[in-house]
């Protein structure tokens, strides 16, 4: 399944639910559509924030790879490269952290991570790749 959209506020949340429709009718296990929605959505609307920040926003392409086991998600951008070439590793703020003094992002990624089973990027020929992995096998 392949959707690609440009990279928008509107039209990235009309792409996150045509995919997240499109996964259920095609299989995805009922109680996994909600993490895939949430990460989905993360790292979508990261690339729609972030990596179009300061240029004209191109578009979007999302790639989904469903089996009997896992659901793999290739986003493809042409915008601005992740920060030192990798996700952050989504560490929340520590506990006891006064609300004045927590990160004005992030929790995002904490959420992804937790979320997928794997995360792999890598920029190449001025294209970002962030791929998200599901497994589903140790699921009852």
């Known amino acids: 399944m392949e959707l690609s959209f440009p990279a928008t506020e509107t039209e990235a949340s009309a792409g996150i639910a045509k995919l997240s429709a499109g996964l259920a009718k095609r299989g995805l296990p009922p ?28 578009g979007v392409q999302v790639t989904c790879r469903l089996d009997r086991n896992r659901l793999d998600i290739l986003i493809s951008d042409t915008g601005h490269p992740l920060p030192g070439y990798e996700p952050p590793d989504g560490t929340p703020a520590p506990l006891g952290t006064r609300i004045r003094d927590l990160p004005e992002g992030g929790f995002g990624w904490f959420l992804i991570h937790q979320l997928t089973s794997d995360i792999c990027y890598e920029r190449r020929d001025g294209c970002n790749r962030l791929s ?6 140790e699921d009852g």
């Open 31 to 58: 109680h996994k559509a909600d993490d895939v929605k949430i990460a989905l959505a993360e790292a979508i609307n990261n690339v729609v924030e972030h990596a179009y920040m300061d240029v004209a926003p191109a």
């Open 132 to 137: 998200l992995r599901f497994n589903f096998e």
